[in-house]
């Protein structure tokens, strides 16, 4: 499509700010709503629903009715796995919708919202429905008096917090595992960026999933969120934020029920290239392909890179030839691939670091403004900080914004000390020709993730998640079934 015919699609977007609960479209009790601004071009595109406690009660009290009259959870595997791919395939029908909410909502490009974040949330959907009548049971090895069945069972109500940076990607990392097991699941997304949630809930029930199985609360983390976090009925709770509210949710669930909480929290992933490295041009491309993609508001962006000191020089002058190739652009000019950051907010914090690595006496390379300053939109040229040193806060401190800080090292040990200087623990990356160095580096550094020679691993088979204060529990893989389900032991006496 043009550009012309995406900003005509837009102009002619209906937006349904409702909330979603027991398979309705319902305004706040409280009828409070808050103002829904694209960070494109600043314009607003409707009204959301102000969701606080009551309507939080409301939507656990139908999760819970649906959960305890079986309607979701008493069907057979292989009949929830039909309405799961069902999901998946109308999420695909109306493919061209969703991106569109999603690059309004939050600003990504439509390039990425069409070729990643509809058909990652639909594959998810569809994987988790696939899965879930293929997983059997344990019968324990116990003595020939008894048996004992060690079964799982959905935790009951689940609720998911999530981000606005891939608001449907991060929506379909909770709520595929949790349905498909058989919970019922209250969504909250993020106040910055909660269309495409609620157009999510409308298509489950197209597909065929029973009313009051899944409910999407839109509205403000302190509200709607904590409301959420507090409730005594709710079982379980899967967030993935910052890592300060994070510790806001585990303080939550420890005041109320003790609820399962999982929190998937920031990053300040570590990228180290060696000298050795088998492909520079690879390298470098990695290093600021990763850093900037959706506007370097990734919880692994790899933001802190690391240059054996030899290679440097050699290192920055390609990576500085690629920086331009990120300009920010219209999001809805399918060239683009840097668009707007989501809100002024954001814009703010992200500058602001830009100043204090300025302050500090990092080396400013590329960027560090302000673009497309016409477009009333909010968008920061790709920016690159060299002679970063471990104590500045563009080192320590997750920007979630297009910045890269460049740090040397001098040998392996001294890559793995400087990497592991931090309290996040989301991903590492190390580029090396000696297998025996990059395993003993992938075991070394603590991360949840560590890549070798590349950056960009990823698939719905792998565990996605963090150490230390990058949070606990994993998304992705059959291990998030881990998070949605209890373990059961029955013993049974044989006579
Ligand atoms: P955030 O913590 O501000 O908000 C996340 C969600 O929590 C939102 O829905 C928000 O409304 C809600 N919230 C805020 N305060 C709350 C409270 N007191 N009680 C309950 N809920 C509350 O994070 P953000 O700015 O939306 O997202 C960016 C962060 O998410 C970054 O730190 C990023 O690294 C992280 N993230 C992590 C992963 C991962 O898988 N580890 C993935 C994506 C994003």
Redesign the pocket.
């Known amino acids: 499509m043009t550009t012309t015919q995406w900003h005509q699609r837009a102009a002619a977007l209906g937006i349904d700010g409702r909330a979603f609960i027991g398979g309705e479209r319902v305004w706040a009790r409280s009828e409070r709503q808050f103002d829904n601004r694209s960070p494109v071009d600043g314009r607003q595109l409707g009204f959301v629903a102000r969701c606080d406690g009551a309507d939080v009660d409301a939507a656990v009290a139908a999760a819970r009715a649906a959960f305890e009259d079986r309607r979701w959870a008493g069907q057979a595997p292989a009949a929830r796995k039909r309405t799961m791919i069902k999901f998946a395939d109308l999420i695909l029908a109306h493919a061209d919708e969703l991106a569109l909410l999603e690059t309004l909502d939050m600003g990504k490009p439509i390039k990425y919202s069409q070729s990643v974040d509809v058909p990652a949330a639909a594959n998810c959907i569809r994987w988790y429905g696939e899965a879930v009548d293929k997983i059997y049971d344990q019968i324990a090895p116990t003595a020939d008096t008894s048996l004992a069945l060690v079964t799982r069972e959905p935790v009951g109500v689940v609720a998911a917090?999530?981000?606005?940076?891939?608001p449907m990607i991060?929506a379909a990392w909770k709520i595929a595992p949790a349905l498909a097991a058989g919970n019922s699941v209250i969504l909250?997304?993020?106040?910055?960026s909660p269309l495409t949630a609620l157009r999510l809930a409308e298509i489950a029930l197209e597909a065929g999933l029973p009313a009051g199985v899944f409910n999407v609360v839109p509205g403000?983390?302190?509200e709607a969120?904590?409301a959420?976090?507090l409730h005594m009925d709710v079982d379980c709770i899967g967030?993935?934020?910052?890592?300060?509210?994070?510790k806001?949710?585990l303080q939550?669930a420890g005041q109320s029920n003790l609820k399962r909480a999982w929190t998937?929290?920031?990053?300040k992933s570590a990228n180290i290239v060696c000298a050795d490295c088998p492909d520079l041009d690879a390298a470098v491309s990695a290093a600021i392909g990763s850093i900037y993609f959706n506007q370097g508001e990734?919880?692994n962006a790899p933001s802190r890179l690391f240059v054996e000191a030899s290679i440097k020089d050699a290192f920055l002058e390609k990576a500085l030839a690629l920086v331009p190739d990120f300009a920010p652009g219209d999001p809805l000019d399918e060239a683009t691939v840097m668009g707007a950051i989501v809100d002024a907010a954001q814009m703010k914090t992200v500058m602001g670091y830009i100043e204090q690595g300025k302050q500090a006496g990092a080396r400013l390379l590329a960027g560090g403004a302000a673009a497309r300053l016409d477009s009333g939109g909010f968008y920061i040229a790709p920016t690159l900080f060299d002679r970063v040193d471990g104590s500045m806060s563009i080192a320590r401190e997750?920007i979630?914004g297009p910045v890269l800080s460049v740090l040397a090292f001098t040998d392996i040990d001294d890559a793995v000390r400087q990497a592991n200087a931090t309290r996040y623990g989301?991903q590492a990356a190390v580029w090396t020709a000696d297998l025996s160095k990059a395993i003993k580096t992938a075991r070394a550094l603590r991360a949840g993730t560590v890549h070798v020679n590349q950056y960009d691993g990823d698939d719905i088979t792998v565990p996605?998640?963090?150490v230390k204060q990058?949070?606990n529990g994993r998304?992705k893989s059959l291990h998030a079934f881990d998070k949605y389900t209890e373990l059961k032991t029955t013993w049974i006496q044989i006579g």
């Open positions: 917090i999530v981000p606005w940076n891939y991060m909250k997304p993020s106040e910055k403000y983390g302190a969120g904590a959420l976090a967030f993935t934020g910052s890592t300060n509210v994070g806001q949710i939550m998937e929290l920031g990053g990734s919880c997750e979630f989301l996605f998640g963090g990058s949070g998304d």
